[in-house]
């Protein structure tokens, strides 16, 4: 049987990993892209989305819905490319990525020889994304470490096996993960992370702007990813990851995406808090 015949379907939350896919082979193709990632087009058209289906006719707010959370996609994936070079550069070389998806940052990035990069999320996602890896014959530039555990489960314990070191830095990545799980498990995998961080270590996260489940996620159709999103940031991100042992920095997708020369092109709505782009150093 081929990888194709066998390759277990995208389904529940790991599914948004391939939407995710779609759009980094979408943004790829653009003249003048943030980054290229040569993978996405084959993890999404693995999991049916290539090429790209034309979205339903009609429905102007959910067209523009979907082109906001596509934008952001693109932008929180360059805040995070530039996170990790300068972690690289300050000479950490344990990268673990949590809620992995289809990121192929181990594949598409410059990595110092030595680097270590744990990819971590359920066995589902890293079996199908196994089999498309195989099938392109793609080759990692560091040594890259797929963990296959649940993020509610003892998560520390399979990457202290797979040979994660806590007493050596770590960059951290959690990216379009957050929302997707309740605060009492975002606190858990906050404080699960602390405790595996030496100092000096660093994080980048994604955290789902306050009011985005009511604006995109309350008429969303049923099995979206919009339709699983449970968690917002809270009020006050840097006080919140100050108690948890990180000095932080919010940056908001407006002023990153006009940072990158690639504006918002909508008004903004109303005062615009603290936002959802976080980068942060273990003290
Ligand atoms: C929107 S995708 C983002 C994927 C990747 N971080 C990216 O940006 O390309 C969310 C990912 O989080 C993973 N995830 C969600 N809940 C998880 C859990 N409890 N344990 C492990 N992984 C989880 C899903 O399997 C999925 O791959």
């Not at 990632?37 to 790209?52: E, I, N, S, Y």
């Not at 604006?215 to 968690?231: H, Y």
Request: overall charge negative; charged content about 25%.
């Amino acid at each position: 049987m081929t990888d194709d015949q066998e390759r277990v379907q995208p389904s529940g939350v790991w599914a948004t990993a391939v939407g995710v896919a779609k759009v980094r082979a979408l943004e790829t193709g653009r003249e003048n892209a943030l980054f290229r990632d040569p993978l996405a087009q084959a993890f999404a058209a693995a999991g049916g989305l290539w090429p790209a289906p034309s979205p339903p006719p009609g429905d102007e707010a959910a067209r523009r819905r979907r082109l906001g959370v596509a934008f952001s996609i693109v932008i929180r994936t360059k805040f995070l490319d530039d996170l990790l070079r300068r972690a690289s550069a300050s000479g950490i070389w344990q990268v673990v990525v949590l809620g992995a998806g289809m990121d192929s940052r181990a594949f598409r990035m410059d990595w110092p020889e030595g680097t270590r990069l744990f990819e971590v999320d359920t066995a589902a996602p890293l079996d199908f994304k196994a089999s498309v890896l195989r099938q392109e014959g793609a080759a990692a530039r560091c040594e890259r470490i797929p963990v296959a555990v649940d993020l509610r489960e003892d998560w520390p314990g399979a990457l202290a096996a797979a040979g994660h070191d806590p007493m050596a830095p770590t960059v951290w990545i959690a990216e379009g993960l957050l929302i997707y799980l309740p605060e009492d498990a975002v606190e858990l995998l906050l404080a699960r992370i602390g405790a595996q961080s030496a100092a000096g270590s660093r994080m980048g996260l994604t955290l789902g702007s306050r009011g985005v489940i009511e604006r995109f996620g309350a008429d969303a159709a049923p099995g979206s990813a919009a339709s699983m999103w449970v968690s917002e940031m809270p009020d006050d991100p840097v006080g919140w990851l100050a108690g948890h042992g990180w000095d932080a920095e919010c940056h908001t997708l407006r002023e990153r995406a006009a940072a990158y020369g690639r504006p918002m092109s909508t008004p903004p709505q109303g005062e615009e808090r603290p936002g959802g782009l976080i980068s942060a150093v273990r003290r």
